[in-house]
T-cell receptor, first 113, second 114 residues
Framework: DAKTTQPPSMDCAEGRAANLPCNHS???????VYWYRQIHSQGPQYIIH???NNETNEMASLIITEDRKSSTLILPHATLRDTAVYYC??????????????FGSGTRLSIRP | DAGVIQSPRHEVTEMGQEVTLRCKPI?????LFWYRQTMMRGLELLIY????????DSGMPEDRFSAKMPNASFSTLKIQPSEPRDSAVYFC????????????FGEGSRLTVL
Protein backbone atom coordinates (compact mmCIF):
# COMPACT_ATOMS: atom_id res chain seq x y z
CA ASP A 1 0.00 0.00 0.00
CA ALA A 2 1.09 3.56 -0.68
CA LYS A 3 2.57 5.25 2.36
CA THR A 4 1.77 8.80 1.30
CA THR A 5 -1.18 11.17 1.32
CA GLN A 6 -1.64 13.84 -1.34
CA PRO A 7 -4.48 16.20 -2.23
CA PRO A 8 -6.39 14.79 -5.21
CA SER A 9 -6.17 17.99 -7.24
CA MET A 10 -4.63 21.44 -7.35
CA ASP A 11 -4.37 24.27 -9.79
CA CYS A 12 -1.85 26.99 -10.36
CA ALA A 13 -1.50 30.00 -12.63
CA GLU A 14 1.05 29.79 -15.40
CA GLY A 15 4.32 31.41 -14.41
CA ARG A 16 3.70 31.03 -10.70
CA ALA A 17 5.30 28.51 -8.39
CA ALA A 18 3.37 25.30 -7.92
CA ASN A 19 3.75 23.79 -4.45
CA LEU A 20 2.58 20.21 -4.13
CA PRO A 21 2.36 18.82 -0.60
CA CYS A 22 2.78 15.24 0.53
CA ASN A 23 2.36 13.61 3.91
CA HIS A 24 4.40 10.53 4.79
CA SER A 25 4.10 10.38 8.55
CA UNK A 26 5.12 6.71 8.81
CA UNK A 27 8.34 7.08 6.86
CA UNK A 28 11.28 5.12 8.21
CA UNK A 29 14.76 6.47 8.71
CA UNK A 30 16.20 4.74 5.65
CA UNK A 31 13.33 5.43 3.28
CA UNK A 32 13.55 7.95 0.46
CA VAL A 33 10.94 10.34 -0.89
CA TYR A 34 10.56 10.19 -4.67
CA TRP A 35 8.44 12.30 -6.97
CA TYR A 36 7.21 11.26 -10.40
CA ARG A 37 4.73 12.81 -12.75
CA GLN A 38 2.55 11.39 -15.48
CA ILE A 39 1.45 13.48 -18.38
CA HIS A 40 -1.72 12.24 -20.00
CA SER A 41 -1.35 8.74 -21.51
CA GLN A 42 2.44 8.70 -21.13
CA GLY A 43 4.55 6.62 -18.78
CA PRO A 44 5.49 8.22 -15.45
CA GLN A 45 8.57 10.43 -15.47
CA TYR A 46 11.03 10.78 -12.61
CA ILE A 47 11.35 14.29 -11.18
CA ILE A 48 13.46 14.25 -8.03
CA HIS A 49 14.16 12.37 -4.83
CA UNK A 50 15.62 12.99 -1.37
CA UNK A 51 16.35 11.45 1.99
CA UNK A 52 16.77 14.25 4.51
CA ASN A 53 18.15 17.31 2.82
CA ASN A 54 16.36 19.60 0.43
CA GLU A 55 17.16 18.87 -3.18
CA THR A 56 17.04 20.86 -6.38
CA ASN A 57 17.48 19.95 -10.00
CA GLU A 58 16.58 21.46 -13.36
CA MET A 59 12.96 20.40 -13.01
CA ALA A 60 12.01 21.11 -9.43
CA SER A 61 12.92 21.53 -5.78
CA LEU A 62 12.09 19.13 -2.98
CA ILE A 63 11.66 20.42 0.54
CA ILE A 64 11.56 17.77 3.28
CA THR A 65 10.57 18.78 6.80
CA GLU A 66 13.02 18.21 9.60
CA ASP A 67 10.96 15.36 11.06
CA ARG A 68 10.64 13.92 7.51
CA LYS A 69 6.91 13.40 7.95
CA SER A 70 6.02 15.61 5.02
CA SER A 71 7.52 17.17 1.93
CA THR A 72 6.72 19.69 -0.77
CA LEU A 73 7.56 19.56 -4.44
CA ILE A 74 8.07 22.99 -5.93
CA LEU A 75 7.84 23.77 -9.62
CA PRO A 76 9.30 27.29 -9.60
CA HIS A 77 7.70 28.66 -12.77
CA ALA A 78 4.82 26.45 -13.83
CA THR A 79 3.98 26.16 -17.53
CA LEU A 80 1.05 24.56 -19.30
CA ARG A 81 3.29 21.57 -20.01
CA ASP A 82 3.48 20.89 -16.27
CA THR A 83 -0.17 19.84 -16.25
CA ALA A 84 0.02 16.23 -15.06
CA VAL A 85 -0.60 13.85 -12.18
CA TYR A 86 2.18 14.11 -9.61
CA TYR A 87 3.02 11.14 -7.44
CA CYS A 88 4.83 11.28 -4.13
CA UNK A 89 6.35 7.90 -3.24
CA UNK A 90 8.21 6.51 -0.29
CA UNK A 91 10.58 3.65 -0.99
CA UNK A 92 13.24 1.70 0.80
CA UNK A 93 16.96 1.95 0.13
CA UNK A 94 18.03 1.36 -3.43
CA UNK A 95 18.92 -2.20 -4.25
CA UNK A 96 17.10 -3.62 -1.28
CA UNK A 97 14.06 -5.87 -1.31
CA UNK A 98 12.03 -2.85 -0.20
CA UNK A 99 13.05 -0.81 -3.19
CA UNK A 100 9.94 -1.37 -5.25
CA UNK A 101 8.05 1.77 -6.16
CA UNK A 102 4.37 1.78 -5.23
CA PHE A 103 2.25 4.55 -6.72
CA GLY A 104 -0.66 6.09 -4.88
CA SER A 105 -3.40 8.16 -6.43
CA GLY A 106 -1.31 11.32 -6.78
CA THR A 107 -2.26 14.96 -7.23
CA ARG A 108 -3.74 16.14 -10.50
CA LEU A 109 -2.12 19.52 -11.16
CA SER A 110 -3.79 21.84 -13.62
CA ILE A 111 -1.95 24.90 -14.85
CA ARG A 112 -4.26 27.67 -16.00
CA PRO A 113 -3.15 30.28 -18.55
CA ASP B 1 19.66 5.32 -26.02
CA ALA B 2 16.24 4.44 -27.37
CA GLY B 3 14.67 4.14 -23.95
CA VAL B 4 12.37 1.35 -22.81
CA ILE B 5 10.59 -0.14 -25.78
CA GLN B 6 7.22 -1.83 -25.47
CA SER B 7 5.14 -3.67 -28.01
CA PRO B 8 2.47 -3.73 -29.14
CA ARG B 9 1.35 -0.16 -28.40
CA HIS B 10 -2.26 -1.15 -28.84
CA GLU B 11 -3.91 -4.54 -28.72
CA VAL B 12 -7.56 -5.40 -29.12
CA THR B 13 -8.52 -8.99 -28.53
CA GLU B 14 -11.47 -11.13 -27.61
CA MET B 15 -12.10 -12.71 -24.27
CA GLY B 16 -10.36 -16.03 -23.93
CA GLN B 17 -7.49 -15.22 -26.25
CA GLU B 18 -3.87 -15.25 -25.19
CA VAL B 19 -2.13 -11.89 -24.99
CA THR B 20 1.62 -11.36 -24.94
CA LEU B 21 3.13 -7.98 -24.15
CA ARG B 22 6.82 -7.36 -24.76
CA CYS B 23 9.41 -5.11 -23.24
CA LYS B 24 13.00 -4.25 -24.06
CA PRO B 25 14.66 -2.43 -21.16
CA ILE B 26 17.39 0.16 -21.49
CA UNK B 27 20.68 -1.54 -22.22
CA UNK B 28 22.68 -2.15 -19.05
CA UNK B 29 19.74 -1.79 -16.69
CA UNK B 30 19.39 -4.67 -14.28
CA UNK B 31 15.93 -4.05 -12.82
CA LEU B 32 12.73 -4.47 -14.80
CA PHE B 33 9.21 -3.68 -13.60
CA TRP B 34 5.76 -4.38 -14.99
CA TYR B 35 2.89 -2.07 -13.98
CA ARG B 36 -0.78 -2.00 -14.91
CA GLN B 37 -2.86 1.17 -14.95
CA THR B 38 -6.64 1.48 -14.87
CA MET B 39 -8.95 4.32 -13.94
CA MET B 40 -10.31 2.39 -11.00
CA ARG B 41 -7.08 1.05 -9.49
CA GLY B 42 -4.44 3.48 -10.70
CA LEU B 43 -0.88 2.27 -11.25
CA GLU B 44 -0.29 -1.19 -9.80
CA LEU B 45 3.05 -2.95 -9.60
CA LEU B 46 2.62 -6.46 -10.96
CA ILE B 47 6.12 -7.91 -10.79
CA TYR B 48 9.74 -6.92 -10.88
CA UNK B 49 12.98 -8.62 -11.84
CA UNK B 50 16.57 -8.13 -10.83
CA UNK B 51 19.22 -9.60 -13.13
CA UNK B 52 16.49 -11.53 -14.93
CA UNK B 53 15.25 -13.18 -11.72
CA UNK B 54 11.73 -12.42 -10.44
CA UNK B 55 12.04 -10.75 -7.05
CA UNK B 56 8.47 -9.90 -6.14
CA ASP B 57 5.40 -11.11 -8.00
CA SER B 58 2.90 -10.42 -5.24
CA GLY B 59 1.07 -7.97 -7.47
CA MET B 60 0.30 -10.46 -10.19
CA PRO B 61 -3.49 -10.70 -10.14
CA GLU B 62 -3.94 -14.42 -10.63
CA ASP B 63 -2.62 -17.49 -12.38
CA ARG B 64 -3.77 -16.22 -15.74
CA PHE B 65 -0.87 -13.76 -15.62
CA SER B 66 2.73 -14.80 -16.07
CA ALA B 67 5.93 -12.88 -16.71
CA LYS B 68 9.32 -14.00 -17.91
CA MET B 69 12.68 -12.46 -18.50
CA PRO B 70 14.76 -14.93 -20.53
CA ASN B 71 17.64 -12.49 -20.88
CA ALA B 72 18.73 -9.01 -19.90
CA SER B 73 17.24 -7.38 -22.96
CA PHE B 74 13.78 -8.88 -23.13
CA SER B 75 10.74 -9.55 -20.97
CA THR B 76 7.21 -10.72 -21.64
CA LEU B 77 3.95 -10.43 -19.76
CA LYS B 78 1.43 -13.03 -20.81
CA ILE B 79 -2.28 -13.24 -20.05
CA GLN B 80 -3.99 -16.53 -20.79
CA PRO B 81 -6.95 -16.59 -21.05
CA SER B 82 -7.67 -12.87 -21.23
CA GLU B 83 -10.81 -11.34 -19.72
CA PRO B 84 -12.48 -7.93 -20.20
CA ARG B 85 -11.35 -6.84 -16.74
CA ASP B 86 -7.74 -7.15 -17.92
CA SER B 87 -8.27 -4.12 -20.14
CA ALA B 88 -5.69 -1.57 -19.05
CA VAL B 89 -2.48 0.15 -20.01
CA TYR B 90 0.52 -2.00 -19.15
CA PHE B 91 3.80 -0.21 -18.51
CA CYS B 92 7.27 -1.63 -18.39
CA UNK B 93 10.08 0.22 -16.63
CA UNK B 94 13.77 -0.39 -16.03
CA UNK B 95 16.39 0.97 -13.69
CA UNK B 96 20.05 0.59 -12.87
CA UNK B 97 21.45 -0.64 -9.58
CA UNK B 98 23.65 1.92 -7.91
CA UNK B 99 22.06 4.83 -9.73
CA UNK B 100 19.55 7.29 -8.32
CA UNK B 101 16.98 4.53 -8.36
CA UNK B 102 15.05 6.34 -11.09
CA UNK B 103 12.66 4.21 -13.09
CA UNK B 104 12.54 4.77 -16.84
CA PHE B 105 9.13 3.93 -18.24
CA GLY B 106 8.12 2.81 -21.67
CA GLU B 107 5.17 4.32 -23.51
CA GLY B 108 2.87 1.51 -22.46
CA SER B 109 0.74 -1.11 -24.16
CA ARG B 110 -2.96 -0.37 -24.22
CA LEU B 111 -4.92 -3.62 -24.02
CA THR B 112 -8.61 -3.91 -24.75
CA VAL B 113 -10.30 -7.24 -24.18
CA LEU B 114 -13.78 -7.46 -25.70
Amino acid sequence: DAKTTQPPSMDCAEGRAANLPCNHSTISGNEYVYWYRQIHSQGPQYIIHGLKNNETNEMASLIITEDRKSSTLILPHATLRDTAVYYCIVRGPRDSSASKIIFGSGTRLSIRP
Amino acid sequence: DAGVIQSPRHEVTEMGQEVTLRCKPISGHDYLFWYRQTMMRGLELLIYFNNNVPIDDSGMPEDRFSAKMPNASFSTLKIQPSEPRDSAVYFCASSLKGSTGELFFGEGSRLTVL
